[in-house]
């Protein structure tokens, strides 16, 4: 389930169109999976870390369920990183918003 949602953006007071909402979505995404797998490399013993990467033709939901199975802090490290994000946006909604014009 997408986390940033034009609901979200506009409670920050930006308003974008389809187009940029699309693009900023998905660079959102992009951001908090590579924040968060980051993040969970340092909790990752050697042969946990190895066996994670052996499963990169997973499904998403098949990864989630060992992530969340083998990493304790899973769900903490994702909202932590959400919570830090949506702050940047927040922190930069004028220049966001501007962009948009």
Do not use: C
């Not at 693009?23 to 870390?49: C, G, K, M, N, W």
């Not at 304790?72 to 909202?79: G, K, L, Q, R, T």
């Amino acid at each position: 389930m997408p986390v940033l949602s034009k609901t979200v953006l506009t409670n920050l007071g930006i308003n974008l169109s389809d187009e940029a909402f699309a693009s900023l979505s998905e660079h959102f995404e992009e951001t908090l999976d590579t924040r968060v797998f980051d993040e969970i490399a340092y909790e990752l013993s050697p042969e946990q870390a190895h066996e994670l990467a052996s499963m990169r033709d997973a499904g998403d939901s098949e990864i989630v369920q060992w992530l969340q199975t083998n990493v304790p802090d899973f769900a903490d490290i994702v909202s932590d990183e959400v919570d830090i994000l949506l702050g940047e946006i927040a922190e930069n909604s004028e220049n966001i918003a501007g962009n948009n014009n």
